[in-house]
């Protein structure tokens, strides 16, 4: 690997977060931060700071994607080097505040690495970017998310930010179009259309009032890429579109997000006006005679949304339903103007292959997916978290390379791509390389970039039908195949899990997961049905035990499972018969305990509340567990045991 | 209500593409849309309230009675639900004896089900007025509720 090729900043990256003159202490506060406890920790380190007396710059930094270890905070340390550590708690903040700003231990025991590029090293304390999660990344979309702050356009302005567009704006439109076009973007969104045809279409419309739309409705269920480079890094959105609108033509922008990220929409807006302020938006943008401005149009909850003609009725204060294309937006959109829409991380890479030029970005990736992916990896992965890795890595390399394989030891099911519109892809296709048509010829779609592993605890039919509840959820009710479609087919999944399947019913599915497919109007319900036949296709075996054996291999679905207390592991506590919400155990001091089959609810409550130590209570799918009738004392069950071993044994 | 909604409304006027944006602002205003502001909003945009509602109701963020004192949204996103968040609503629905939609009977609590909040990376994830609780457990659960039950 060249220096090139590595993810750590320059040597002067982190020039942002380091001072001369005091030491300067960053907390990772984005929204996923902040959920692990990091404002907490930023009070402390704030009242500490004050209590102590100690001058000291304290930073709020975005996302630098190792969510698993949040929260995280760095510290420089005048003629230090800057040095992450993770997992903090205010009582490890206080401790490393003593120990590290005030006397000189960096307490290498809770470091996570040296965030400096180069060869920083200190106290055996190790590089972060060669940390495994860290490695084998390399940072485009995210180059500065986690490294400078989001809310100071001075930090952005620090990583040669709006430099970008300085050049653009020296270009004819048609050069910056032909230099997308020639780097080989495709629209991040999901769909992978080549970005630089996209713009050149809508800048070929007639028409004097031109819109561009940045598409943050992040609507996917276990995708947060967008969300993370908005709260960390909104100039590179915001730079991209002016850009792009530079390119197409366009005077006027929005950024529509989802109301459920507060704090991407309070960060974009506080770099709207930063960028306004320093004329890099409004009017006679940089001395150039180009005008454009941005606004943020709040989405209010529908996933169908992120369709692009669903998005701009909803701009245009409609119910949010597609429209059949052609027209495409290129021709006639937003309020019937030709209009373009792109997604934030596509907007996030143009700066950059604006500066370093389409040639030194299409080294990265493969023939026909060039450039880098973000991915939002979790589920039941060892390490969680946003990443960006270049086309052509395989899913190995992702999950268990920079994952970390499977946590707690257990096996790898499938992983799970695409979100709803995505599908489950078996562990035999594992050293896949992630590329927008290997992952369609493999029945599923790299989407918008969530990337979510499930190991053996996850029953497959019933995953299936969490996808399809939630595309029936959302479906807009426009079409037909769409709306009736994803209901039948929840419908026979309903059954199928209840353990009430037919043989036939996986022809069925497969039946109606076809029309949905290709009779809908849009994309929501045209990949809607993906989940069921990449399952069908890749896990037949599971829904044949569901259907046939009546069983549930991953012992999930409610009506095939079965919690016997198994006597000779009961202690006769009564845990379990105190917290059975239904009064379905029977028992008493010192006696063995017994679940009513007919009373029990399969809530799993006693399962989780019996003492790990004792674990008597035990969770079978298909199969019958010899228990005594009715609670009897641990004594008489010991004896009655003993003499029936005896019986068998003669002496 | 009724200054409120006109300051609102004021501030849009002339403008094109508001509705959804009103209706935004009046819930933060007002907690829900009653349907008076329906019908103001509706006078004021030169739309019947039928229109309205029918916007309205397509989106999932808008509610039509009052909240609860606290909204306790729980995530079922798919990294929430790979990881347990089915037993995170079974345990609050449980909790509180309502389910997801529905509004305690002495108002103080609301419970929604929502499709993700994109912190996918600590799963499961709860949502209390705002305050994400990530690594949800049946126990954190019950323990982040008392916290609320017994404030004054």
């Given at each position: 690997?060249?220096?090139?090729?590595s993810?750590?900043?320059?040597?002067?990256?982190?020039?942002?977060?380091?001072?001369?003159?005091?030491?300067?202490?960053?907390?990772g506060?984005?929204?996923?931060?902040?959920s692990?406890?990091?404002?907490?920790?930023?009070?402390t380190?704030?009242?500490?700071?004050?209590?102590?007396?100690?001058?000291?710059?304290?930073?709020?930094?975005?996302?630098?994607?190792?969510?698993?270890?949040?929260?995280?905070?760095?510290?420089?340390?005048?003629?230090?080097p800057?040095?992450?550590?993770?997992?903090?708690?205010p009582?490890?903040?206080?401790?490393?505040?003593?120990?590290?700003?005030?006397?000189?231990?960096?307490?290498?025991?809770?470091?996570l690495?040296?965030?400096?590029?180069?060869k920083?090293?200190?106290?055996?304390?190790p590089?972060?970017?060669?940390?495994?999660?860290l490695?084998?990344?390399?940072?485009i979309?995210?180059?500065?998310?986690?490294?400078?702050?989001?809310?100071?356009?001075?930090?952005y302005?620090?990583?040669?930010?709006?430099?970008?567009?300085?050049?653009?704006?020296?270009?004819?439109?048609?050069?910056?179009?032909?230099?997308?076009?020639?780097?080989?973007?495709?629209?991040?969104?999901?769909?992978?259309?080549?970005?630089?045809?996209?713009?050149?279409?809508c800048r070929?419309?007639?028409?004097?009032?031109?819109?561009?739309?940045?598409?943050?409705?992040?609507?996917?269920?276990?995708?947060?890429?967008?969300?993370?480079?908005?709260?960390?890094?909104p100039?590179?959105?915001?730079?991209?579109m002016v850009?792009t609108?530079?390119?197409?033509?366009?005077?006027?922008?929005?950024i529509?997000?989802?109301a459920?990220?507060?704090?991407?929409?309070?960060?974009?807006?506080?770099a709207?006006q930063?960028?306004?302020?320093?004329?890099?938006?409004?009017?006679?943008?940089?001395?150039s005679?180009?005008?454009?401005?941005?606004?943020?149009k709040?989405?209010?909850?529908?996933?169908?949304?992120?369709?692009?003609?669903?998005?701009?009725?909803?701009?245009?204060?409609?119910?949010g339903?597609?429209?059949?294309?052609?027209?495409?937006?290129?021709?006639?959109?937003l309020?019937?103007?030709?209009?373009?829409?792109?997604?934030?991380?596509?907007?996030?890479?143009?700066?950059v292959?604006?500066?370093?030029?389409?040639?030194?970005?299409?080294?990265?990736g493969?023939?026909k997916?060039?450039?880098?992916?973000?991915?939002?990896?979790?589920?039941?992965?060892?390490?969680?978290?946003?990443?960006?890795?270049?086309?052509?890595?395989?899913?190995?390399?992702?999950?268990?390379?920079?994952?970390?394989?499977?946590?707690?030891?257990?096996?790898?099911?499938?992983?799970?791509?695409?979100?709803?519109?995505?599908?489950?892809?078996?562990?035999k296709?594992?050293?896949?390389?992630?590329e927008?048509?290997?992952?369609e010829?493999?029945?599923s779609?790299?989407?918008?970039?969530?990337?979510?592993?499930?190991?053996?605890?996850?029953?497959?039919?019933?995953?299936a039908?969490?996808?399809i509840?939630?595309?029936?959820?959302?479906?807009c009710?426009?079409?037909?195949?769409?709306?009736?479609?994803?209901?039948q087919?929840?419908n026979v999944?309903?059954?199928?899990?209840?353990?009430?399947?037919k043989?036939?019913?996986?022809?069925q599915?497969?039946?109606?997961?076809?029309t949905?497919?290709?009779?809908?109007?849009?994309?929501?319900?045209?990949?809607?049905p993906?989940?069921?036949?990449?399952?069908?296709?890749?896990f037949?075996?599971?829904?044949?035990?569901?259907?046939?054996?009546?069983?549930?291999?991953?012992?999930?679905?409610?009506a095939?499972i079965?919690y016997?207390?198994?006597?000779?592991?009961?202690v006769?506590?009564?845990?379990?018969l105190?917290?059975?919400p239904?009064?379905?155990?029977?028992?008493?001091?010192?006696?063995?305990?017994?679940?009513?089959?007919?009373?029990?609810?399969?809530?799993?409550?006693?399962?989780?509340v019996?003492?790990?130590k004792?674990?008597?209570?035990?969770?079978?799918?298909?199969?019958?567990?010899?228990?005594?009738?009715?609670p009897?004392?641990i004594?008489?069950?010991?004896?009655s045991?003993?003499s029936?071993e005896?019986?068998g044994?003669?002496? | 209500?009724?200054?409120d909604?006109?300051?609102i409304?004021?501030?849009?006027e002339?403008?094109?593409?508001?509705?959804?944006p009103?209706?935004?602002e009046?819930?933060?205003?007002?907690?829900y849309?009653p349907?008076?502001?329906?019908?103001?909003?509706a006078?004021f945009?030169?739309?019947?309230?039928?229109?309205?509602?029918?916007?309205?109701?397509?989106?999932?963020?808008?509610l039509?009675?009052?909240?609860?004192?606290?909204?306790?949204?729980v995530?079922?996103?798919?990294?929430c639900?790979?990881?347990?968040?089915?037993?995170?609503?079974e345990?609050?629905?449980?909790?509180?004896g309502?389910?997801?939609?529905?509004?305690?009977?002495?108002?103080?609590?609301?419970?929604e089900?929502v499709?993700?909040?994109?912190?996918?990376?600590?799963?499961?994830?709860?949502?209390?007025?705002?305050?994400?609780?990530?690594?949800m457990t049946?126990?954190?659960?019950?323990?982040?509720?008392?916290?609320?039950k017994?404030?004054r």
């Amino acid at each position: 690997m060249t220096p090139e090729e590595s993810s750590a900043p320059p040597e002067d990256g982190l020039k942002a977060l380091k001072r001369d003159d005091k030491p300067v202490i960053c907390v990772g506060s984005a929204t996923c931060g902040r959920s692990a406890g990091a404002l907490q920790v930023l009070e402390t380190i704030k009242k500490e700071l004050s209590n102590r007396r100690i001058d000291a710059e304290i930073i709020q930094v975005g996302c630098l994607g190792l969510c698993y270890v949040e929260p995280l905070i760095y510290i420089s340390k005048p003629g230090h080097p800057c040095v992450c550590y993770r997992k903090m708690t205010p009582e490890l903040a206080k401790e490393l505040i003593n120990d590290y700003l005030v006397n000189d231990d960096p307490r290498p025991d809770l470091a996570l690495g040296i965030m400096d590029g180069g060869k920083m090293e200190m106290d055996n304390i190790p590089s972060i970017w060669e940390h495994p999660m860290l490695k084998p990344q390399i940072r485009i979309v995210l180059r500065n998310c986690g490294l400078i702050d989001p809310e100071n356009i001075d930090h952005y302005l620090a990583t040669d930010g709006y430099l970008a567009l300085r050049k653009a704006l020296q270009m004819k439109p048609e050069e910056v179009i032909d230099e997308i076009k020639c780097s080989g973007l495709r629209g991040r969104g999901g769909a992978g259309f080549p970005t630089g045809i996209k713009w050149e279409f809508c800048r070929n419309s007639p028409g004097n009032e031109k819109y561009l739309i940045c598409n943050a409705d992040e609507g996917d269920p276990g995708a947060f890429m967008d969300r993370s480079v908005l709260e960390g890094d909104p100039h590179s959105v915001l730079e991209g579109m002016v850009i792009t609108a530079y390119a197409i033509g366009a005077s006027t922008g929005y950024i529509y997000c989802r109301a459920e990220y507060p704090l991407a929409l309070e960060r974009v807006s506080i770099a709207i006006q930063r960028a306004r302020e320093h004329g890099f938006l409004g009017k006679d943008i940089l001395g150039s005679g180009f005008n454009f401005d941005v606004s943020i149009k709040q989405g209010a909850g529908a996933f169908v949304c992120g369709e692009e003609t669903a998005l701009m009725a909803s701009i245009e204060g409609k119910r949010g339903m597609p429209r059949s294309r052609p027209p495409f937006p290129a021709v006639s959109g937003l309020w019937g103007k030709p209009t373009n829409i792109n997604n934030v991380e596509t907007f996030a890479n143009v700066p950059v292959i604006i500066s370093k030029g389409a040639r030194w970005y299409n080294r990265y990736g493969t023939e026909k997916s060039k450039g880098t992916k973000t991915f939002a990896l979790a589920g039941k992965v060892k390490r969680t978290g946003l990443i960006e890795v270049p086309f052509g890595s395989t899913l190995r390399d992702v999950i268990y390379g920079i994952g970390g394989g499977i946590a707690d030891d257990k096996q790898f099911k499938a992983v799970q791509t695409g979100g709803p519109s995505g599908g489950c892809l078996p562990a035999k296709l594992l050293d896949l390389p992630i590329e927008y048509e290997t992952m369609e010829n493999a029945g599923s779609i790299i989407g918008s970039g969530g990337m979510i592993v499930t190991d053996e605890d996850t029953c497959i039919v019933d995953f299936a039908k969490f996808f399809i509840t939630f595309t029936q959820q959302e479906s807009c009710g426009k079409c037909v195949p769409c709306r009736v479609g994803t209901k039948q087919m929840l419908n026979v999944l309903e059954r199928i899990t209840n353990g009430e399947g037919k043989l036939e019913d996986m022809d069925q599915l497969q039946r109606l997961a076809m029309t949905v497919k290709n009779g809908s109007l849009c994309a929501l319900g045209g990949t809607a049905p993906n989940p069921v036949l990449t399952t069908l296709q890749y896990f037949r075996d599971e829904y044949e035990a569901h259907i046939i054996d009546k069983r549930c291999p991953a012992k999930v679905c409610k009506a095939l499972i079965n919690y016997y207390i198994d006597p000779d592991r009961c202690v006769g506590c009564g845990i379990c018969l105190k917290n059975c919400p239904v009064d379905a155990i029977e028992g008493g001091s010192r006696m063995i305990h017994v679940i009513d089959q007919g009373k029990c609810t399969k809530c799993g409550t006693c399962f989780d509340v019996c003492p790990p130590k004792v674990k008597a209570v035990i969770k079978v799918s298909g199969e019958k567990v010899a228990v005594p009738e009715n609670p009897m004392s641990i004594v008489d069950y010991k004896k009655s045991k003993k003499s029936k071993e005896s019986e068998g044994v003669s002496e | 209500m009724r200054a409120d909604l006109e300051k609102i409304l004021k501030s849009y006027e002339g403008k094109k593409g508001v509705l959804i944006p009103i209706l935004q602002e009046a819930q933060r205003k007002l907690g829900y849309l009653p349907p008076d502001a329906i019908k103001e909003i509706a006078h004021f945009l030169e739309m019947s309230p039928s229109e309205v509602y029918g916007v309205a109701t397509f989106y999932a963020q808008f509610l039509f009675s009052p909240p609860g004192e606290h909204i306790i949204k729980v995530c079922l996103g798919t990294a929430c639900f790979v990881r347990g968040g089915r037993k995170i609503l079974e345990t609050v629905t449980t909790e509180l004896g309502i389910d997801p939609g529905e509004t305690t009977k002495d108002c103080k609590f609301t419970l929604e089900r929502v499709a993700c909040f994109g912190c996918c990376a600590l799963a499961p994830i709860m949502v209390v007025d705002g305050t994400v609780y990530s690594k949800m457990t049946p126990a954190k659960v019950k323990k982040i509720l008392k916290l609320y039950k017994e404030e004054r």
